[in-house]
């Protein structure tokens, strides 16, 4: 032990000969052997749900050298070969085989960010015990855990939320340096303390109970430039060990105010991104709701046209019913007018054969015609306006939906038909004295009867 100390005091008085120019240099070359050091990073179970604790690793801690470490909690199989525990043993195996899956995808991760790294698998009944074991076993210097799961983070998340994370930080050695983040945000960083720091205090105190010890053994020196010197190597061995705790200390805030400005830089990033959101959310809403005004304004009207469409449809059915029903009725009216003819040009042939001397016939009257039809009436019927039609000519108008006179085209009181008998006699006895008279109807006036319900169909 004496001897230790006499190298340390041997080296505290180099450092105060040479100049600060040795000093720098080493702590230079310390904090490139930190930075070189080789990041460990404890992920979960769970598929990928430590990749944010990963990605801030790679990105923040700036290492180029990392190691995934899973502590998997094995299932127990009391007896083996149980049906029961066969399915245990079928979904022990099961995990383990998506543990594996999901280490390799944490190496995909590093990969495609360009670092290289390597995975370490140990099975413990406890995740907290087995992580304490790896730092203790491969010496971890630098550890990043997971603070909580990222479903739990939140903007106010200021201390560590998992209990593994709070064990961690606790039962942890003092030379191990551990970030907590959380949902890629830094959330708590535990320092370690630095070997040379904790060397020059066991020394410095094992000194000193040395000094005591040996003060109750051994001469004291009877010079007092020998005290002196003694006096001055102690406090040149504190003044570094504070000097370099005062460095480290500095650089731990500047770390510290760095991190706070990169995360009030990110927390302002993701409010303008949830700002922007929102606003294009709001906007879209907006539009949505326009193109379903729009939408069933739309729906209202197509609706409207085709409830008229369907009623136009109707009517026209119904009036080109009724028209064919007329020109059918015509037709027929025409074929027994044409056999009429034929019969009538017969009994003229065999009157003029007799020699009978020809005698002037009345002319037609004309209240015998039917002023719809302009044909010999066969069964007349008078109407609420007081004209006599034929009977099936007034059915047929009454029937296709016209409640007004067909001569005046004023409404009627009343679609009742009265038969006019007087007058079906005088048109009987007409036509048993001149038959001969009766006329072929032209081909223009079923023409002109055509015209006049085409149009009254337009009318209506």
């Not at 993701?270 to 907006?286: G, H, I, P, V």
């Amino acid at each position: 032990m004496k001897l230790k100390i006499q190298e340390n005091v041997k080296m505290a008085g180099s450092t105060r000969d040479g100049g600060s120019d040795d000093g720098e240099s080493m702590k230079i070359s310390n904090r490139k052997v930190v930075m070189d050091e080789k990041i460990y990073v404890a992920v979960t179970k769970r598929d990928l749900e430590s990749k944010s604790s990963l990605v801030w690793a790679i990105q923040n801690t700036g290492g180029r050298e990392f190691c995934i470490v899973y502590v998997h909690q094995p299932v127990h199989i009391s007896i083996p070969g149980a049906r029961f525990h066969e399915h245990k043993l079928r979904r022990y195996r099961k995990k383990k085989k998506r543990a594996l899956n999901n280490l390799d995808k944490y190496l995909h991760i590093c990969r495609q960010m360009q670092v290289s790294a390597e995975t370490i698998y140990i099975e413990m009944d406890s995740i907290e015990e087995g992580i304490l074991q790896l730092i203790s076993q491969h010496g971890i210097k630098k550890l990043v855990m997971g603070a909580a799961a990222d479903r739990h983070y939140s903007m106010k998340m200021r201390d560590l939320q998992s209990k593994k994370a709070i064990y961690i930080r606790r039962e942890a050695p003092d030379t191990c340096h551990i970030w907590f983040p959380c949902n890629g945000y830094l959330i708590f960083t535990r320092e370690a303390r630095r070997r040379e720091i904790l060397y020059l205090e066991g020394t410095s105190s094992s000194y000193l109970s040395q000094s005591k010890i040996t003060k109750g053994t051994e001469r004291v020196p009877s010079s007092s430039m020998a005290k002196d010197d003694v006096g001055n190597q102690v406090a040149l061995i504190e003044a570094e060990g504070a000097k370099r705790e005062t460095l480290f200390e500095a650089s731990k805030r500047e770390e510290a105010e760095k991190s706070a400005i990169d995360a009030i830089k990110r927390a302002k990033e993701s409010e303008n991104r949830y700002l922007n959101e929102l606003k294009r959310r709001k906007e879209t809403e907006k539009a949505l709701k326009e193109a379903k005004e729009e939408l069933e304004k739309m729906r209202s009207e197509s609706e409207t046209r085709i409830a008229e469409s369907s009623m136009v449809i109707r009517e026209l059915q119904g009036d080109h019913c009724v028209l064919m029903e007329v020109l059918r009725r015509l037709g027929d009216e025409r074929e027994e007018l044409k056999i009429k003819l034929s019969k009538l040009s017969k009994l003229r042939s065999k009157r003029e054969g007799e020699e009978v001397s020809p005698s002037r016939d009345p002319e037609l009257p004309q209240y015998f015609l039917c002023p719809i039809t302009q044909d010999v009436m066969e069964d007349p019927q008078v109407a609420a306006d007081g004209f006599t039609y034929e009977g099936e000519a007034i059915r047929c108008w009454l029937d296709s939906g016209h409640e007004t006179s067909p001569m005046t085209n004023k409404r009627l009181i009343h679609t009742s038909l009265v038969p006019n008998l007087s007058l079906r006699s005088a048109i009987q006895e007409w036509l048993q004295d001149s038959s001969s008279w009766i006329i072929e109807p032209d081909p223009l006036f079923v023409k002109d009867l055509i015209k006049r319900g085409l149009k009254s169909l337009e009318a209506n």
